[in-house]
């Protein structure tokens, strides 16, 4: 059964990038579509956008500018880098598989909270 | 952008009580919407898709009906366990949205 497992530093100072992996076990990371989403403190989830092992790529336009998702398929590994981050960033993030370009998502990880402070 | 409006906001209810949660779209999204349920420090699960289809492995109390912007997540009979907050989102467009959950408390 494919599992989901988010990595990566817990605090980010303000301005600098946020670099996040997902690393997929259990299953192929090939012929899916993986996402990232996030949920700020209490408050509703918010997708960031997906990757799709062809390389197609779909991003929200609120983070547009600053989110690059990618996939290392030799690691079976998903990774999220926002730049110039800031406190509003400040959330779980969580990677999601999804079988299809337009999808729900049927696996997510336990997701991995990142806090923007000084 | 699509916005996705549910209600309430937060239910109470008792073991054994039958509850709906309603799921609105800004506009049509035809049949491309999930429900996931939370819990606390937890990640989403995915109960139902294509607004009615059950997903693999969740109890059968669960069901879901709608089309086009008006969505329904009914639990026929509460069990301890479903006291948790319920998020629909809508895959019909991007960026994918979610509602604004509704929180399932114990009365």
């Known amino acids: 059964q494919v599992q989901l497992q988010e990595s990566g530093p817990g605090l980010v100072k303000p301005s600098e990038t946020l670099s996040l992996t997902c690393t997929v076990s259990g299953g192929s990371i090939s012929s899916y579509y993986w996402s990232w989403i996030r949920q700020p403190p209490g408050k509703e989830l918010e997708w960031i956008g997906y990757f799709h092992y062809s390389g197609s790529t779909n991003y929200n336009p609120s983070l547009k500018s600053r989110v690059t998702i990618s996939v290392d398929t030799s690691k079976s590994q998903l990774s999220l880098k926002l730049n110039s981050v800031i406190a509003a960033d400040t959330a779980v993030y969580y990677c999601?598989?999804?079988?299809?370009?337009?999808?729900?998502?049927?696996?997510w990880g336990k997701g991995t909270t990142v806090t923007v402070s000084s | 952008d699509i916005q996705m409006t549910q209600s309430p906001s937060t239910l109470s209810a008792s073991v054994g009580d039958r509850v709906t949660i309603t799921c609105r779209a800004s506009?049509?999204?035809?049949?491309?919407l999930a429900w996931y349920q939370q819990k606390p420090g937890k990640a989403p699960k995915l109960l139902i898709y294509?607004?009615?289809s059950l997903e693999s492995g969740v109890p059968s109390r669960f069901s879901g009906s709608g089309s086009g912007t008006e969505f329904i997540l009914t639990i026929s009979s509460l069990q301890p366990d479903d006291f948790a907050t319920y998020y629909c989102?809508?895959?019909?467009?991007?960026?994918?949205?979610f509602g604004q959950g509704t929180k399932l408390e114990i009365k």
């Open positions: 506009q049509s999204i035809s049949s491309w």
């Open positions: 294509k607004a009615s």
């Open positions: 999601a598989r999804a079988n299809c370009y337009y999808c729900y998502m049927d696996v």
């Open positions: 989102q809508q895959y019909n467009s991007f960026p994918y949205t």
